[in-house]
């Protein structure tokens, strides 16, 4: 079994569904294992990963970076970074905000640093821009990553409560998508140090 982790911080509920749609994405593949965490529960038992092939991070977009109870984790983390203790582990990461680019892809950059410090191996999107295909005839909320990032799955909520289609279901399916993409890469990589 192969084993990965979801760390997550959502302040009002949107970012939650999408570590959610991330997980369920996951755990579709055979034989992996998910552990869906907070970032309160993992800061709490950091060094509960040590066995997992890869570690997801999801963040809300809060002033063009991660949230700051995110960003207190990333400190947290300077204990492992010690011991190298997540050195070759896969990593990856998902955001969300209110505006349609709210300056999310410096959220997943920030995180890509952090998985750098740390010696981990990044995966990013791996899915094309649906609504920048000329033969798509969907909706805009309906669209594969459509508001085309790379990195990682980048989702939008407007600034209503988090329901069915907030975020929209577009970006459910991306976030779904990825943590497939994650779990098969987890999967092939497993646990374990490149040399
Ligand atoms: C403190 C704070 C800062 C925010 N900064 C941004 C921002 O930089 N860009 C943006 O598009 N939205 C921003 N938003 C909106 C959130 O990203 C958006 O409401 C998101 O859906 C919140 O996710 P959550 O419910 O998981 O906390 C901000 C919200 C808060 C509370």
Partial sequence: MTTIAIIYHSGYGHTKLVAEAVRDGAASVDGVE???????????????????????????????SVSAPME???????????????????????????????????????????????????????????TSDPDYDGAFEDAVNRVGGYLGPMAQSANAEPGPNNPPRGDIKTAKLYGERFAKAAKRWGVGLIE
């Fill in 72 to 130: 207190d984790f990333f400190d947290k983390t300077s204990k492992i970074w010690f011991r190298q203790g997540w050195k070759d582990k896969l990593a990856g990461g998902f955001t969300n905000s209110g505006s349609l680019s709210g300056d999310k892809l410096a959220t997943l950059q920030r995180m890509s640093v952090l998985a750098g410090q740390q010696q981990m191996l990044w995966v990013n999107l791996g899915l094309g821009n649906q």
């Fill in 34 to 64: 998910v552990r869906l965490h907070t970032v309160e529960e993992a800061g709490d038992a950091l060094d509960s990963f040590d066995d997992v092939a890869g570690i997801i991070f999801g963040s809300p977009t809060y002033m063009g």
